[in-house]
């Protein structure tokens, strides 16, 4: 039972496992909905999805299951003004003896798909476009023996639209193929914990230890909870090429804030020179010396960058080759100024790894962070934790002798 | 039983079928939604509407798994054995039942909210995987199995600031509470303030909607905002034709705008308006 519903979801992409189905059929057995289409939309909508992102596809899963739709799904991709009643044409029979249809049913709807992906603007009259009041086949308060009707109100033969046709939840629906939860998973390796703050949390040895100093006279010794300690430093390329990958970035940053209690973050643009800033809207008037940021942060921060560094090799490699303002020093200086400081830097890269051989700058920046560049994906981010994690143990071998 | 919308407490078809199903079939129902669309007061409301107890685990970012099932308290029982008390041969005295223990064990079958879900720490959900879908948990210090004589009705809120894991997701069944529609929410304000005039309300709904049309706006107002707004509307006794008139912000903007630039973007629209139209 509902076994084709189930895979028909399944088809449309849905992660509806068999555990939910088989609770569907037991609220069905239960008597929760009994002979109610709309109910059943209810009910099977929430058992079997569970964000509503996928509500969309819900609907149109379920609009296809149950059949008659297909018009009802164009009509919600046409701007509704192009189907204002601005025009009703009244034709003669003669006329309408005139129009020929234009095929199938199949062809029609090939056809008008075609049409909307040309068409631009609103359209009244006329016998091609799509619009209101024309003799074209598709559009509304006109005349066609074959036509599509689109988004028409009054007396048809058609069924009226029903609540998954009109597809509220569209705006909701996201194919995060980054999603949230799994990056900041990936981003949880990269803890160190560390206990500060306030005492809160019973030390037992230190009790134990206190308490026998006492010659048993109960002495509680307490310590701060364990805080994951570490501390990042995240500067974001904007703008330009990176305007691509608006939406990793967005995942990356939301789920870095998420999970460290130490996070700072600045933007540059395709180089960082002499300056960063915080807030993109007020990048020319609210600027941080990048000399400044060197001198604020500790080494103890780990910096990632994140960017796409395609540009031209000259915006790296030589003075005055910034293309937003004049850089006394290259950006390669002012890269290397920021490696020495931090010595614990990866890249992030959202451009494919297939890609990065045919961009000289990518081959630049990838030498001067010494080989440490990863793309942006979740085994990236991985990888790139490891060598962040990595490193630190490096370099904290040849620490005690300094001290 | 089936819950329907109360004298106080409006609720919409689809979210009374959501609610009779989980109920009906004991499972927990994940409730998600813009801040402000009640999805704490449905608990409230449910709870009132069966007569039965209403327990609520309010979570937070520091809240942990094992808080909601018990917590045992080796301080004092440090301290008492310091002062010879009789207490502290038996560790059962120091075992503290959380909120889902009181819950499993309430003499009838209450309703357990856990609220805002989210806040908490991302392995949270996954710590409560068994203790929801088998109603039962060991506890280790006295070997004691605390098992639900009568399945809660659990009700979990989310507002979507972290994302839930796949095998917590199996488990519930899930509803996204969608703002209500005009009619909708005519019947919510009539709920609250039963002797509102009605050109009043429906002048100030058409603003509010107007309102939330507004692209781009950091905070849009909500069923809660609208209800405060309608309540200082008629504590200062303002005239509907004072609301329709475009001069500037509506009244008592405070109450729907929270966020500073909203307000500025407010304002310089209607500055727009008030210039096309003269």
Same mark, same amino acid.
């Given at each position: 039972?509902?076994?084709?519903?189930?895979?028909?979801?399944?088809?449309?992409?849905?992660?509806?496992?068999?555990?939910?189905?088989?609770?569907?059929?037991?609220?069905?057995?239960?008597?929760?909905?009994?002979?109610?289409?709309?109910?059943?939309?209810?009910?099977?909508?929430?058992?079997?999805?569970?964000?509503?992102?996928?509500?969309?596809?819900?609907?149109?899963?379920?609009?296809?299951?149950?059949?008659?739709?297909?018009?009802?799904?164009?009509?919600?991709?046409?701007?509704?003004?192009?189907?204002?009643?601005?025009?009703?044409?009244?034709?003669?029979?003669?006329?309408?003896?005139?129009?020929?249809?234009?095929?199938?049913?199949?062809?029609?709807?090939?056809?008008?798909?075609?049409?909307?992906?040309?068409?631009?603007?609103?359209?009244?009259?006329?016998?091609?476009?799509?619009?209101?009041?024309?003799?074209?086949?598709?559009?509304?308060?006109?005349?066609?023996?074959?036509?599509?009707?689109?988004?028409?109100?009054?007396?048809?033969?058609?069924?009226?639209?029903?609540?998954?046709?009109?597809?509220?939840?569209?705006?909701?629906?996201?194919?995060?193929?980054?999603?949230?939860?799994?990056?900041?998973?990936?981003?949880?390796?990269?803890?160190?914990?560390?206990?500060?703050?306030?005492?809160?949390?019973?030390?037992?040895?230190?009790?134990?230890?206190?308490?026998?100093?006492?010659?048993?006279?109960?002495?509680?010794?307490?310590?701060?909870?364990?805080?994951?300690?570490?501390?990042?430093?995240?500067?974001?390329?904007?703008?330009?090429?990176?305007?691509?990958?608006?939406?990793?970035?967005?995942?990356?940053?939301?789920?870095?804030?998420?999970?460290?209690?130490?996070?700072?973050?600045?933007?540059?643009?395709?180089?960082?020179?002499?300056?960063?800033?915080?807030?993109?809207?007020?990048?020319?008037?609210?600027?941080?010396?990048?000399?400044?940021?060197?001198?604020?942060?500790?080494?103890?921060?780990?910096?990632?960058?994140?960017?796409?560094?395609?540009?031209?090799?000259?915006?790296?490699?030589?003075?005055?080759?910034?293309?937003?303002?004049?850089?006394?020093?290259?950006?390669?200086?002012?890269?290397?100024?920021?490696?020495?400081?931090?010595?614990?830097?990866?890249?992030?890269?959202?451009?494919?790894?297939?890609?990065?051989?045919?961009?000289?700058?990518?081959?630049?920046?990838?030498?001067?962070?010494?080989?440490?560049?990863?793309?942006?994906?979740?085994?990236?981010?991985?990888?790139?934790?490891?060598?962040?994690?990595?490193?630190?143990?490096?370099?904290?071998?040849?620490?005690?002798?300094?001290? | 039983?089936?819950?329907?919308?109360?004298?106080?407490?409006?609720?919409?078809?689809?979210?009374? !079928? *959501?609610?009779?199903? #989980?109920?009906? %079939?004991?499972? =927990? &129902?994940?409730?998600?939604?813009?801040?402000? @669309?009640? +999805?704490?007061? !449905? *608990?409230?409301?449910? #709870?009132?509407? %069966?007569?039965? =107890? &209403?327990?609520?685990?309010?979570?937070?970012? @520091?809240? +942990?798994?094992?808080?909601?099932?018990?917590?045992?308290?080796?301080?004092?029982?440090?301290?008492?054995?310091?002062?010879?008390?009789?207490?502290?041969?038996?560790?059962?005295?120091?075992?503290?039942?959380?909120?889902?223990?009181?819950?499993?064990?309430?003499?009838?079958?209450?309703?357990?909210?856990?609220?805002?879900?989210?806040?908490?720490?991302?392995?949270?959900?996954?710590?409560?995987?068994?203790?929801?879908?088998?109603?039962?948990?060991?506890?280790?210090?006295?070997?004691?199995?605390?098992?639900?004589?009568?399945?809660?009705?659990?009700?979990?809120?989310?507002?979507?600031?972290?994302?839930?894991?796949?095998?917590?997701?199996?488990?519930?069944?899930?509803?996204?509470?969608?703002?209500?529609?005009?009619?909708?929410?005519?019947?919510?304000?009539?709920?609250?303030?039963?002797?509102?005039?009605?050109?009043?309300?429906?002048?100030?709904?058409?603003?509010?909607?107007?309102?939330?049309?507004?692209?781009?706006?950091?905070?849009?107002?909500?069923?809660?905002?609208?209800?405060?707004?309608?309540?200082?509307?008629?504590?200062?006794?303002?005239?509907?034709?004072?609301?329709?008139?475009?001069?500037?912000?509506?009244?008592?903007?405070?109450?729907?705008?929270?966020?500073?630039?909203?307000?500025?973007?407010?304002?310089?629209?209607?500055?727009?308006?008030?210039?096309?139209?003269?």
């Amino acid at each position: 039972m509902l076994i084709e519903f189930f895979l028909c979801l399944r088809k449309h992409g849905l992660k509806t496992s068999l555990t939910e189905l088989l609770d569907l059929l037991g609220a069905l057995e239960r008597g929760v909905v009994f002979g109610n289409v709309d109910d059943f939309y209810t009910l099977s909508r929430l058992v079997l999805v569970k964000d509503e992102s996928q509500y969309d596809r819900f609907d149109r899963a379920f609009a296809e299951y149950f059949e008659g739709v297909e018009q009802v799904d164009l009509a919600s991709a046409i701007p509704a003004d192009w189907l204002e009643r601005s025009l009703q044409r009244q034709l003669s029979d003669e006329d309408k003896a005139k129009l020929q249809a234009l095929g199938g049913l199949d062809e029609l709807l090939r056809t008008f798909r075609e049409r909307l992906a040309e068409q631009q603007k609103r359209h009244a009259g006329g016998n091609k476009w799509i619009g209101t009041g024309g003799t074209s086949p598709f559009g509304a308060y006109g005349y066609h023996p074959e036509g599509i009707r689109i988004g028409q109100d009054g007396s048809n033969a058609r069924r009226a639209v029903k609540v998954w046709d009109k597809r509220e939840f569209r705006d909701l629906d996201g194919d995060a193929e980054l999603a949230n939860r799994n990056l900041q998973l990936a981003l949880r390796k990269l803890r160190k914990f560390a206990r500060t703050g306030a005492a809160e949390e019973l030390d037992l040895n230190g009790t134990i230890r206190a308490t026998s100093q006492k010659g048993g006279l109960l002495d509680l010794q307490w310590q701060p909870e364990r805080h994951n300690a570490v501390k990042v430093l995240l500067l974001f390329d904007v703008g330009g090429s990176m305007d691509d990958y608006i939406y990793e970035c967005e995942q990356l940053f939301s789920a870095a804030r998420n999970e460290f209690k130490h996070l700072e973050f600045f933007y540059f643009h395709n180089c960082v020179y002499e300056h960063v800033w915080k807030d993109n809207n007020r990048r020319y008037d609210e600027k941080l010396p990048l000399l400044e940021l060197i001198n604020r942060y500790g080494r103890d921060y780990k910096l990632i960058f994140v960017g796409d560094a395609t540009m031209g090799p000259y915006e790296i490699a030589y003075p005055g080759g910034s293309v937003e303002h004049w850089n006394e020093e290259a950006g390669a200086v002012w890269m290397q100024r920021l490696l020495n400081h931090f010595t614990d830097a990866v890249w992030l890269n959202p451009q494919p790894t297939s890609h990065w051989r045919y961009y000289q700058s990518i081959d630049l920046m990838q030498q001067l962070m010494s080989q440490r560049m990863y793309p942006l994906t979740l085994d990236g981010i991985s990888m790139a934790i490891t060598t962040l994690l990595k490193k630190s143990v490096a370099t904290a071998v040849p620490s005690p002798s300094n001290s | 039983m089936s819950f329907a919308s109360t004298e106080s407490y409006i609720v919409a078809d689809d979210l009374g !079928l *959501a609610v009779n199903a #989980a109920v009906t %079939l004991e499972k =927990p &129902l994940l409730l998600k939604g813009e801040p402000g @669309t009640g +999805k704490t007061r !449905l *608990a409230e409301e449910l #709870a009132a509407s %069966l007569g039965v =107890p &209403l327990i609520r685990w309010q979570i937070k970012s @520091t809240t +942990k798994a094992q808080q909601g099932l018990y917590e045992y308290d080796a301080v004092s029982r440090l301290r008492d054995s310091q002062l010879g008390s009789e207490k502290v041969h038996d560790i059962a005295n120091y075992i503290k039942p959380g909120k889902l223990w009181q819950a499993f064990t309430a003499a009838e079958r209450p309703v357990l909210l856990i609220d805002e879900i989210d806040k908490a720490d991302i392995e949270f959900p996954n710590d409560l995987l068994h203790e929801l879908d088998q109603m039962e948990f060991h506890v280790y210090e006295t070997g004691e199995q605390v098992r639900a004589e009568h399945r809660p009705i659990v009700i979990i809120t989310s507002n979507n600031e972290k994302e839930l894991p796949d095998a917590f997701l199996r488990r519930c069944f899930f509803h996204y509470i969608k703002f209500p529609d005009a009619d909708t929410l005519a019947k919510i304000v009539q709920v609250h303030y039963p002797d509102i005039r009605k050109d009043l309300l429906s002048s100030a709904l058409e603003v509010f909607f107007d309102l939330r049309q507004v692209p781009s706006l950091k905070k849009k107002p909500s069923t809660s905002e609208l209800i405060d707004w309608l309540k200082l509307l008629l504590a200062e006794d303002i005239k509907p034709a004072e609301l329709s008139k475009s001069n500037g912000l509506m009244p008592m903007f405070g109450a729907l705008l929270k966020n500073e630039q909203d307000v500025q973007l407010v304002e310089k629209l209607a500055f727009m308006a008030r210039r096309q139209s003269s």
